[in-house]
């Protein structure tokens, strides 16, 4: 959360927490992003991003990344963030050396089909099905960030970033 936070171009920052959400709060010390509490996280992803966009309120557009992608940099999010606002689309989505993930940026005039979603991989039907006229690649010349979805993915980020394994039995995930 840290190196989101540090991102230079993003004007306000919401954290969106679903399970154990007050737990995982108490744990993180936040120097501007506000947490924001997802009582709908079992419904799917797309119960995340609504609380989201009900958080951010009027904006010209929101910035939406995953806290299973724990890679994701501030120096990504600020290139994107900057080539968006210089080239502003419906939407657009990150291509890390042709291969695409987050940050998602979505201009204000999608919040109407956003709120329209539900359940899991939501948001990536729309990145699937859009046109190009609505949602734009922009590259970066990064390698695409480690997903943490399985016991194995999370031992992985830790040992990448160097961090301990917080516990040593296999949780649900």
């Avoid at 004007?11 to 993180?28: H, I, K, P, T, W």
């Avoid at 939406?64 to 290139?79: A, C």
């Avoid at 990145?127 to 970066?140: C, E, F, N, T, Y």
Wanted: charge should be negative; charged fraction near 25%; proline fraction near 5%.
């Amino acid at each position: 959360m840290k190196d989101v936070e540090g991102a230079q171009k993003l004007e306000r920052v919401y954290l969106v927490l679903g399970g154990s959400s007050r737990e995982a709060a108490d744990s993180l010390t936040l120097d501007h992003a506000h947490i924001v509490y997802n009582d709908s996280y079992g419904t799917g992803c797309a119960s995340s991003l609504l609380a989201g966009l009900d958080a951010a309120g009027a904006c010209d557009g929101i910035v939406m990344l995953l806290g299973d992608m724990p890679g994701v940099t501030s120096k990504v999010i600020d290139e994107v963030v900057s080539d968006w606002r210089r080239l502003p689309s419906w939407a657009a989505v990150t291509s890390y050396r042709g291969r695409l993930g987050h940050p998602f940026i979505f201009e204000s005039s999608s919040f109407g089909e956003l709120r329209q979603l539900h359940g899991d991989k939501a948001v990536w039907k729309i990145v699937d099905s859009a046109s190009a006229d609505r949602l734009r690649h922009i590259p970066v010349d990064e390698n695409l960030p480690r997903d943490v979805d399985t016991w194995a993915d999370y031992e992985a980020a830790c040992a990448s970033f160097n961090f301990p394994i917080v516990d040593a039995e296999e949780p649900p995930i």
